[in-house]
Antibody, heavy 121, light 110 residues
Framework: EVQLVESGGGLVQPGRSLRLSCAAS????????MHWVRQAPGKGLEWVSG????????GYADSVKGRFTISRDNAKNSLYLQMNSLRAEDTALYYC??????????????WGQGTLVTVSS | QSVLTQPPSVSAAPGQKVTISCSGS????????VSWYQQLPGTAPKLLIY???KRPSGIPDRFSGSKSGTSATLGITGLQTGDEADYYC???????????FGGGTKLTVL
């Protein structure tokens, strides 16, 4: 059974940093691209970032480019999102999502339950 | 504003059929596969349709997808109260090099 478990969310002040983690199990992690997708309270889905199986292809939404960094450790079956210079508009539930293929295609066949990030003073 | 355009809400009676549209452009829907996601209240999204019209195992054939040009459509037949959820279309945008979603459509089964 595929499982994606996010952690690392919490309340943080504007301008500070936070690192999210996603522990994957139930599939061969390094055979698939991975993504972070967020959902602000009461709003729709927003793609944040994606990374190919070998970290050779990485992309970011314009809203987070230059502030967020996605990475993965295939030996640990883990995905990460380093979030710096956080803003109030980054407040959201952050989902880890598995791509259906080895490349970044934007087809998310499994999702975690999300970790909540609240940016507020 | 979402890159893909969906109606904010649709409704229909139990047992009836409903369609949800998703409009984009040549850089996204026009040249990439479309997927659809169901988000039940308080839960994570779930993949319903991928590659425009394919269903993952376990998804009933009441759910169908189609694509024409720069638009896609999700169809749901035999509506059940358990289908009440938010539905999102998604794809890749080749110009932006980003994933993109529609704004979501809330389905009410009256």
């Amino acid at each position: 059974e595929v499982q994606l478990v996010e952690s690392g969310g919490g309340l943080v002040q504007p301008g500070r940093s936070l690192r999210l983690s996603c522990a994957a199990s139930g599939f061969t992690f390094d055979d698939y691209a991975m993504h972070w997708v967020r959902q602000a309270p009461g709003k729709g889905l927003e793609w944040v970032s994606g990374i190919s199986w070998n970290s050779g292809s990485i992309g970011y939404a314009d809203s987070v480019k230059g502030r967020f960094t996605i990475s993965r450790d295939n030996a640990k079956n883990s995905l990460y999102l380093q979030m710096n210079s956080l803003r109030a508009e980054d407040t959201a539930l952050y989902y880890c999502a598995k791509d259906k293929t080895i490349a970044v295609t934007g087809i998310y066949d499994y999702w975690g339950q999300g970790t909540l990030v609240t940016v507020s003073s | 504003q979402s890159v893909l355009t969906q109606p904010p809400s649709v409704s229909a009676a139990p047992g009836q059929k409903v369609t949800i549209s998703c409009s984009g452009s040549s850089s996204n829907i026009g040249n990439n596969y479309v997927s659809w996601y169901q988000q039940l209240p308080g839960t994570a999204p779930k993949l319903l349709i991928y590659d425009n019209n394919k269903r993952p195992s376990g998804i009933p054939d009441r759910f169908s997808g189609s694509k024409s040009g720069t638009s896609a459509t999700l169809g749901i037949t035999g509506l059940q109260t358990g289908d009440e959820a938010d539905y999102y279309c998604g794809t890749w945008d080749s110009s932006l090099s980003t994933g993109v979603f529609g704004g979501g459509t809330k389905l009410t089964v009256l």
